[in-house]
Structures are given as C-alpha cells and as structure tokens.
C-alpha cells in the first residue's frame, strides 16, 4: 500500500516571528495549546490567530470563557485591529445564569448540568458556522466545571475528536495552575509556552517556547518576545549558521592613512574588531571615522549606542571634523540609541539584523559592549549572545566594531568581561604622559585575517587636524602595560 503523502499545509499565526520559528506556521486542521501564567499574553496570541485567518476570508470563532465580548472588542480597539472580518465572538452565558440559587437546588450537580449544557451550545454554534479557526479561551472553567479530572480530559478528547472531523485549526488556552492536566500537552498536535520574568530594574522579559510541534522541524529553545501597540512581536533567538551571503573579502578603510597602515592596508570585510581602552581615548571617534569614510564610497553605517545620546556622538564627531550630523540626516548613516533596561538580547541582535538585511549596512557598530551586556543581567551566557552576533555579521559581510571601556585611566586597566577571543581583531588604546601633557597610543593586538603592523602609534585628536595616527612612538618603552619608560640611550650617548 502506497504511503500517504504527507499535508504540508500550514495556518499561518500572523505574529511576527513565530512563523519562522514554526517553520511556516501551525499545521492545519489540528488542535493546539498556548499555556502560560495570567498576563503573559495567551488571549493577544490567539486574537492574532484568528484575525490572521478572518483576513484571508476564514471564518473565525472566539469562545471566551472569561471576557465579555465588550471586553474583547476593547482589546482590539487599543491594538488598532479591524474587526471587520469575518470573526464571530461567543460568550457562554452560564456564568450568569449561575447566578440564579435556584439552579443550585436539583438533584443533579449544577456543574454537570451546565457543562453538558455549555458542550451541546458549542457543537451546535460551531456546526452552525462552519469555523475554519477556534480559539477557546480559558479551559480553566471547563476544568472547574467538571470538577473531576476523568471528566474534564473525556470532554476535551470529544472536543479534539470533534474538530478533527472538521476542516478547523483549534487553538486552547490554558492557565499554568497546579490543578492543570499535564496530559493535555500529550493530546495535543502542538504546545506553545509563554511566560513573563520580572526584572529588578526595567520592564518585564517575556518568552516563548515551542514545547511541541508533531511532524514539524521547529526553532528550539526560548524567544523574547514583547506585547506593543498591533499585538506581540517575537524576535527569534538568532542562529548565525543559517544566514550567509556571499561578499568579497576585501579591504574596508578608514580614511586615516596612519589609521589604515597600521591594520595593513584596512579591516576586512567580514570581521569584528574589537576596540578598547579607558574613558575618553578615542574609541568612538575611530568608529566615526570609518563610518565617515563609508559613506563617501556610499556605503551605511548602523551605530548601536548604549551609554551617550545620539546627539553627544554627533557633536564629538563635528568637533573633530567629522560631519557625522548630516549624513546622518541623509540616512546613510543611523544612530540608534538603546536603552538596555527595556530591550532583551534577541531583541538588540533583531535591530541589527533589520539594519543589516532592510538597510544595507555594511558597517556596525555597538558602542560599547558593557552596555550590551547590562541589557541582560540574567544571562548565564552572555559571551554566546555575542558570538552568535558577530558570527551573523561575519557571515553577512559586515564589518562590525564592537566597543569596549576599560576601567581606569592611566597604568593597568581592567575589563568587565575578556571578549578578545571572539574578535577577529583587537585594537588597544592607551594613554600615557610626556613632556607634562596627557598623550594616547595606538596599536593593533591582533589579526585573524593577515598581517598588521607591531608598531605603537601616537593618536592625535583635536579641532584643527580631527583625527590623526602618527609616527611609531620608538622612543618610549612600556606604553601598553601603563610602564613608561623613555628610552635615551642616544641622548646620553
């Protein structure tokens, strides 16, 4: 007997994000649940289900066991959605009508009555309307109606058996209540788990996770998401080895000819570099200048600025000769500024990948890594976050700076946490004092991707001359290791 082909066809959620994590949306004519604690989202998930499908012409169906359709209807007015669609909300009414004492008063038990009652209402309504999508939101009451868990997962299996006759994609919400059946995951064709984390300082971080999708290849693990203004956006956990795109390796300049000779010629495309030094040492305004400098070839420039204002950037660019404010103006240059207490890890890579794949960028910079890391306090491993990013920007050909500060000014200086191994390259500045005045160095640690110079420059930044990379400084020894030594052996000789 010949195998029965396969049916690939899918319901799409129209939730952004979670259709690629399901890998095209929930296969139809199945039964689903969407568990989660009170307020993490279950009900705007479902909304958005069915809306998705009443926008294509299916008929939708709302049973809600626990909001008014006023209620329902309030919901999608603050999300701005249209409700001129094909969906039809149904509010069983027993609610109210136990209300009644005398229906306490028969020789049956009132929940018996009344789920048997609330079952043959919903066979009915939805024989009447034919659904091709329905969302029983919460099972809590009809679990508290049947009282007795045998009962209530009979009637749930004669739910199930009853869709499975009709071309219908059912989605269950489900409380996470310790009198919860955990055997209705095992019924379902697929579960969906949300929850909400409080955090010491900042908003709430939301999370899915794909606990279960039959026949399905699927994105594991947990995926922020957020509930704003047009329903819940989920951001993906990002997997650098399925984005790559072809691109030439070749040099990415800086404009500064000391600057360019000192990483052999330019940075590569393809590469992180990882900038560091203390406070004030012009890592900024070397990002600013390779940005300056990609812009004359037309090329963008996506900043990610974590601790000073867009506007500050700008003004510290100009007072160094660097017109940032008008390309930024011009938009091939963007400068978000991200404030890491409301923003989560996968949140921050989408804003890159948006600024990557829509906007062309072909230069990132995040500025500075400490801030990145604060945007998750709770991360157990924030240096996978920030290798799978620089792989993504790797193997997308852009060439990302990735700023970090280091504690202190002058002698030895700390970092909060060793990146340099995920970096390609790793640029180190350094002040150091002569002659009575503060001074800085440059030099180039290292180089994944071909030679550079072993030489420690001076880095000059002022009004008159901008942003200049001098001469090697041979005369002084122990710049980097904050030792300073001046060497004149000539001199005595």
Same mark, same amino acid.
């Given at each position: =007997? ?9 319901a ?7 259709? &690629? ?18 307020g ?25 066991f ?17 409700? &001129? ?56 009451e009809?679990?508290?109606? $049947?009282?007795d868990?045998?009962?209530? /997962?009979r009637?749930?299996?004669?739910l ?12 269950? %919400? ?68 399925i984005?790559?795109?072809?691109f ?24 992180s570099?990882?900038? %560091?030094?203390? @406070? ?34 700008? @003004?510290? $660019?100009?007072?160094?000769? =660097? ?31 948006? $600024? ?11 500025? %500075? ?6 945007? =998750? ?5 924030p ?34 946490i ?18 009575? /005045? ?5 030099? =180039? ?7 550079? &110079?072993?030489?420690?420059? &001076?880095? %000059? ?33």
């Amino acid at each position: =007997m010949p195998a029965r082909p396969i049916d690939s066809s899918r319901a799409t959620t129209g939730i952004p994000g979670v259709d &690629e994590i399901l890998g095209g949306g929930l296969p139809e004519r199945r039964l689903y649940v969407v568990e989660g604690a009170a307020g993490c989202g279950k009900t705007t998930f479902a909304f958005q289900f069915l809306l998705e499908g009443a926008s294509r012409g299916e008929q939708a169906l709302f049973v809600s066991f626990s909001e008014s359709e006023d209620e329902l209807r309030s919901i999608a007015d603050s999300h701005g959605w249209n409700l &001129e669609v094909p969906l039809e909300f149904h509010v069983p009414s027993f609610a109210e009508d136990s209300s009644d004492p005398d229906r306490d008063y028969t020789i049956f038990e009132p929940g018996e009555v009344e789920l048997n009652e609330l079952m043959k209402s919903l066979y009915d309504l939805v024989e009447q309307l034919n659904p091709q999508r329905v969302v029983f939101d919460s099972l809590s009451e009809i679990r508290l109606l $049947a009282r007795d868990p045998l009962r209530y /997962r009979r009637h749930i299996i004669g739910l199930k058996n009853f869709f499975a006759k009709r071309n219908c994609t059912v989605i269950f %919400t489900d409380e996470l209540t310790p009198d919860r059946d955990p055997q209705l995951q095992s019924i379902a064709h697929g579960v969906i788990f949300l929850e909400q984390l409080p955090r010491d300082y900042g908003t709430v971080r939301r999370r899915l996770r794909v606990l279960k999708l039959r026949g399905s290849t699927i994105r594991e693990g947990f995926h922020d998401f957020i509930i704003r203004h047009g329903g819940i956006q989920v951001f993906p956990t990002l997997v650098a080895a399925i984005h790559h795109k072809d691109f030439r390796p070749d040099k990415y300049k800086s404009g500064i000819e000391g600057l360019d000779r000192l990483v052999d010629g330019g940075l590569v495309r393809g590469s992180s570099t990882l900038v %560091t030094g203390p @406070a004030g040492a012009g890592k900024s305004s070397i990002a600013c200048a390779y940005a300056v400098y990609a812009a004359r070839e037309n090329e963008h420039s996506a900043f990610f600025i974590f601790e000073e204002n867009k506007s500050t950037l700008i @003004a510290r $660019a100009a007072g160094f000769g =660097m017109n940032l404010g008008e390309l930024v103006e011009t938009g091939i240059v963007t400068i978000d500024q991200v404030d890491p207490a409301q923003l989560s890890p996968a949140q921050f890579a989408h804003l890159v990948q948006e $600024a990557v794949e829509r906007d062309g960028a072909t230069l990132v910079v995040i500025d %500075t890594l400490n801030g990145y890391l604060q945007s =998750m306090p709770d991360e157990r491993f924030p240096l996978l976050h920030i290798h799978e990013l620089l792989s993504y920007l790797n193997q997308q050909g852009v060439v990302s700076l990735v700023i970090t500060a280091e504690n202190g000014l002058i002698g030895t200086l700390e970092s909060p946490i060793d990146a340099s191994y995920l970096a390609d390259a790793v640029i180190s500045l350094r002040y150091f004092e002569a002659a009575g /005045r503060v001074r800085q160095a440059i030099a =180039m640690i290292k180089n994944r991707h071909g030679g550079h &110079e072993r030489t420690i420059r &001076e880095l %000059t930044l002022n009004s008159t001359d901008g942003l200049l990379v001098g001469e090697p400084l041979s005369e002084f020894d122990g710049l980097l290791a904050g030792q300073l030594r001046y060497r004149n052996e000539a001199r005595n000789s």
